[in-house]
């Protein structure tokens, strides 16, 4: 579960020849040093691209340090995978897209080629043409025509149907999990042959296996869902299945990593990851997620498959993604007190007593650095990440959780104070957010990932919540889970365990961001009219507009205006905080009795549809500042040094200059799929 990318080079003729890395068409790049490091690479339409630094890497050993890039070298190999994903026309377009920009010789200062720039950066941050986050698909601001003219110049290739669709509305959302709608036909997500319906999708997996009783597979997870004379079957994403051809190089490098595995129990780990990615076989990813989060000795560690299930609408299907830790030693050791007191906190949480955990099983938590990132991880990231995600799994072998502390650490370094007192309420508020709410943050991402996810049990007999909850399964967990994280910000608990000096402003702080955000300065990142679709807004929506409208009698969350602008103020946090804990109570119950109505009405009746006026002005509001409301990273490059023999005798750090030269680098060094399947 989200909070809501790794190089590899030649450096001698002849070395790690199998990667297929292009030596001669290196990067350009600028090394910086600590001091006068520079977070921010660029900015274009609503994206705004930084750097991240990877502190710790020169004490790790030569070993370790090898491990560190044979892992990136694997999560690299599959990027053309997430792209696939996305949606079947991608690979084709985003090749015609990048032959145009490295063989353009016209005017390249014009106000169509520079609109069709800006055209590919946002394609290639979103790993196609469907916006990262919204999933409207990306509207170019040239013509067909102009497009036609670039093909024709540069002697480039692009289908009549793919060049068709980057201007009309066919396709027109990548994941579509509206009521009323079939949402497989509605999502453009190549997750579903094109005529495959929502109930072809239930109606196969009701009968499909989903393994011993009580440890059920995640099915469905490694596959596209297809028609084949007649027949649904499944295509399964594996070394000689789909995929197969960047499966391979997948396996080639973890290969390489288990050859300078940590310890025994880490080799065998990455052992069955191989399996896995070999056979397709869910019950060996179970084994494998099981060998994982039991492996937690060593300086290193990874996330690496098809995980997250949020761009498939019905809840079945895993994006391709990695990314790459190396241990914060200051950090883990700080926040290792709340895993050691996650039954405390699961104790007196305000759950029903038949729906608690009688014993939370090994959540372990640490503050990593990311090494590196791909596929559904990159360019846009998490800070925060819980696995595995299958909930047998989660109670009998527990979970692992990890906060991205050097991302988080970029994002700080790079943002201002502007937007916080625009829509601040008061200079209190200002203040608080100020001084504490870096920290609320960071606690608010533990809890969630520690504490939030792994709390709770499912009762017996009740499936899974992508059988039960179906379209509004990932909504509710991340509810649930930010709800945990804020009903225990405002406990006297986290300064007893020495995690903070004043509970009651930070938890303050914590809550007016978080109704700040889910009420107003979220709406930045949607067009007016739009209602909101994205999980992660929706549930921080659903959270704050029914903890408004219940706290509306006793005035606890107060709508002020004022010179013509909305602000909400909080004037009983304590009360916010019981409101908050009987909405926990409930979104726990709608999970541990599969009720689906109760989802539905949450979700639908609080956190999908906008005030079109309080819309309308946030945007107006924010129309002053010119930093972009979406950031992403582009990643360090990892760079081989050899001796006289070929031997790697250290890695290199060096980062990139620009986004696009990141890009064209892993598009000629990276690109293991064809462009048309």
């Known amino acids: 579960m989200k909070l809501k990318q790794m190089l590899c080079v030649f450096a001698a003729a002849g070395v790690l020849t199998s990667c297929g890395v292009d030596a001669k068409k290196e990067p350009k790049v600028a090394e910086k040093k600590a001091k006068e490091f520079e977070y921010v690479v660029e900015q274009f339409a609503d994206i705004k691209v930084l750097r991240y630094q990877i502190p710790g890497f020169d004490e790790l050993t030569l070993k370790e340090k090898k491990l560190v890039y044979y892992l990136t070298q694997a999560g690299l190999s599959g990027r053309d995978i997430m792209w696939d994903q996305n949606y079947r026309h991608n690979l084709e377009i985003r090749a015609a897209l990048e032959n145009i920009n490295n063989n353009f010789k016209g005017d390249k200062e014009s106000e169509d080629f520079k609109a069709f720039t800006t055209y590919l950066k946002r394609v290639w941050f979103s790993n196609g043409i469907h916006h990262h986050y919204s999933n409207d698909k990306l509207k170019p601001t040239f013509s067909k025509e102009y497009l036609e003219t670039l093909l024709k110049e540069t002697n480039t290739e692009l289908s009549t149907e793919a060049l068709e669709v980057i201007f009309n509305d066919k396709d027109a959302k990548k994941v579509n999990k509206k009521a009323g709608v079939d949402n497989v036909l509605a999502s453009a997500v190549n997750f579903y042959g094109a005529d495959i319906t929502s109930k072809d999708v239930e109606d196969f997996y009701a009968k499909a296996d989903k393994g011993p009783e009580g440890q059920p597979i995640e099915a469905g997870l490694n596959s596209k869902l297809v ?31 288990k050859e300078v595995a940590e310890n025994e129990k880490q080799a065998k780990t990455l052992e069955l990851l191989i399996e896995y990615y070999k056979t397709g076989d869910l019950h060996t990813w179970d084994e494998y997620a099981i060998a994982w989060v039991e492996s937690t000795e060593g300086n290193i560690d990874w996330i690496n498959g098809f995980i997250e299930v949020y761009n498939d609408p019905k809840g079945y299907r895993g994006s391709y993604e990695t990314i790459v830790q190396i241990k914060d030693f200051d950090m883990s050791k700080k926040m290792k007190v709340l895993s050691d007191n996650a039954q405390w906190f699961e104790d007196n949480s305000p759950l029903d007593p038949t729906h608690k955990k ?80 870096k920290l609320a943050d960071k606690l608010h991402t533990a809890l969630h990932e520690v504490i939030g996810h792994a709390s709770g049990v499912i009762n017996d007999g009740i499936g899974q919540p992508k059988e039960t909850l179906k379209n509004y399964a990932s909504t509710m967990e991340e509810g649930r889970a930010d709800l945990v994280g804020l009903y225990y910000l405002m406990d006297p608990k986290l300064q007893e365990l020495g995690l903070v000096d004043d509970w009651q402003k930070v938890g303050k702080a914590a809550y007016d961001g978080y109704i700040r955000n889910g009420l107003m300065t979220q709406l930045i990142r949607i067009n007016l009219g739009d209602d909101i679709e994205e999980d992660h807004m929706v549930n921080r929506q659903w959270v704050s507009a029914w903890a408004f409208e219940q706290g509306a009698k006793d005035n606890v969350i107060e709508k002020v205006t004022r010179d013509g602008k909305t602000f909400y103020n909080i004037n009983d946090y304590e009360k916010l905080r019981e409101i908050f804990g009987r909405l926990l109570k409930e979104a726990q119950r709608i999970k541990s009795e599969g009720d689906f109505e109760a989802a539905k009405a949450l979700v ?19 129309a002053q500042f010119t930093s972009a409301p979406y950031s992403g990273f582009v990643n360090p490059v990892l760079e081989p040094v050899t001796d006289a023999d070929g031997n790697i005798t250290n890695i290199k750090i060096i980062q990139p200059e620009t986004f696009e030269e990141q890009m064209n680098f892993y598009a000629k060094n990276y690109n293991f799929l064809p462009v048309k399947n």
């Open 227 to 257: 028609r084949e004379d007649g027949k649904l079957v499944e295509k399964v994403w594996k070394s000689g299945g789909m995929y197969g051809q960047a499966i391979d190089k997948i396996i080639y490098w973890l290969g390489k990593a």
């Open 358 to 437: 009688k014993d939370v099983v090994g959540v372990s938590y640490k503050t990593v650095n990311v090494a590196g990132e791909a596929g559904d991880a990159s360019p846009s990231t998490p800070i925060g990440v819980n696995l595995p995600n299958n909930n047998w799994i989660r109670q009998q072998h527990g979970s692992k959780s990890v906060s991205l502390g050097n991302i988080i650490g970029s994002y700080n370094n790079a943002g201002g104070t502007g937007r916080l007192k625009e829509f601040a309420n008061d200079q209190e508020e200002i203040d608080l957010e100020i001084k504490y709410g």
């Open 604 to 622: 639908e009746g609080y956190g999908v549809k906008v005030d079109q006026d309080i819309h309308k002005e946030v945007l107006d509001r924010n």
